[in-house]
């Protein structure tokens, strides 16, 4: 008796021979197959092949409308088909024929008319290899599916040391943190309107919120001082730009690379005023541009100790006035464009007074705060 795995496999028989069908079939039968299928109409085979996805198939060479070679060229337009063994049954024995068969894909002949023991010999050493190979395939999609999930958790890993990352940068500032989920929202939005693939705007919005974490490694009497800060201060104020990237760097993640760039690049301006390399223009990485529009208008629309919450219209006509000098043009049109968004995002996160009581000084934008 036969394996029961072998016995349960589906065995698709095409021939055109209706007796040669029942034939074949009542002999598979007899030897305890249970899964049998066929087709007398050739036209037929791989409609009913696509619908049962069998183990094997019998096919008949010399059949009217569609032969065997018809039937074989079809099946091979199937993907995963390779692993599906075809038997030609056939009582040529012309060479030529059989190189031919083989070269189409065919795996065996069994000769007609039919020896039980060949027939039942052939089919079973063909199904143990389908089932091998079925096998192979089932554990490589597991470990495929396994390597997805791993990969994903790991991106999700990623992301939240990220945001881990840029939250111990909030304790050391005075921002709120409030402020990194609007402008990560406002850069993400700009970034979509500028044509940044779907991809490209979800590194920018988990990328953006370290803009300032450079900011750690600035001394607790430079970035807390109440007062102005002279300009030596602002110097090593201004350095945080340079401290951020260099945290950041060297990384293979394109989540940190990217963070990098936008920590480097975010006071950088259009005309090439900014810091920390004066940089101008397109030379500006667009996730810097971004991030400079995105940060300024949330710190310009946010309440602060000395300051009021600018109104929203005040906050476009500062940016408007930026555009060609502190900022890309083509980015303030696209920002006032997308505004109505950026005002949902706005009033769906606002900060609580609780975060608001963490804030004392705004050291966030030294063009908040006038140099000495
Ligand atoms: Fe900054
Ligand atoms: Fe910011």
Redesign the pocket.
């Known amino acids: 008796m036969l394996p029961e795995k072998i016995l349960s496999s589906k065995i698709f028989i095409v021939d055109d021979s209706l007796e040669n069908v029942q034939l074949l079939t009542d002999l598979l039968k007899r030897r305890g197959f249970q899964n049998i299928h066929s087709v007398t109409e050739s036209l037929k085979a791989v409609e009913t092949y696509l619908e049962i996805q069998p183990d094997l198939v019998l096919l008949d060479l010399n059949m009217p409308h569609l032969d065997g070679f018809g039937v074989m060229e079809q099946l091979n337009a199937i993907d995963d088909h390779s692993d599906v063994p075809v038997i030609v049954l056939t009582a040529k024995t012309d060479q030529e024929i059989r190189i031919r068969a083989f070269e189409a894909g065919v795996r065996d002949f069994i000769s007609k008319p039919f020896n039980i023991k060949e027939v039942i010999n052939r089919i079973q050493n063909w199904l143990e290899v389908r089932l091998l190979h079925k096998e192979i395939s089932n554990q490589n999609r597991e470990l495929e599916a396994r390597v997805r999930e791993r990969t994903q958790k790991l991106a999700h890993t990623q992301r939240e040391i990220v945001k881990r990352l840029a939250r111990a940068g909030e304790y050391r500032d005075n921002e709120t943190g409030m402020h990194i989920v609007r402008m990560s929202r406002y850069s993400s939005l700009l970034a979509e309107t500028v044509g940044i693939n779907p991809e490209g705007c979800e590194l920018i919005f988990h990328a953006s919120p370290m803009?300032?974490i450079g900011k750690i490694g600035i001394p607790d009497r430079i970035l807390l001082k109440p007062g102005k800060l002279t300009r030596d201060e602002w110097d090593i104020m201004r350095s945080?730009?340079e401290m951020g990237a260099e945290i950041l760097s060297g990384s293979d993640s394109d989540l940190l690379k990217k963070a990098e760039v936008i920590a480097k690049t975010?006071?950088e301006k259009w005309d090439g005023s900014g810091y920390p390399k004066g940089t101008k223009g397109e030379d500006i990485p667009i996730e810097g541009r971004i991030v400079a529009v995105s940060d300024v208008f949330d710190a310009l629309t946010s309440e602060r100790p000395y300051k009021k919450a600018w109104t929203v219209e005040e906050a476009v006509e500062e940016l408007d006035r930026g555009r060609g000098a502190h900022f890309d043009p083509q980015l303030i049109e696209k920002f006032k464009h997308v505004l109505p968004d950026v005002l949902k995002i706005k009033s769906k996160f606002v900060d609580s007074e609780e975060t608001q009581s963490k804030m004392s000084l705004d050291v966030?934008h030294p063009d908040l705060k006038p140099e000495v």
Do not use: N
């Open positions: 803009h300032d945080h730009t975010h006071h966030f």
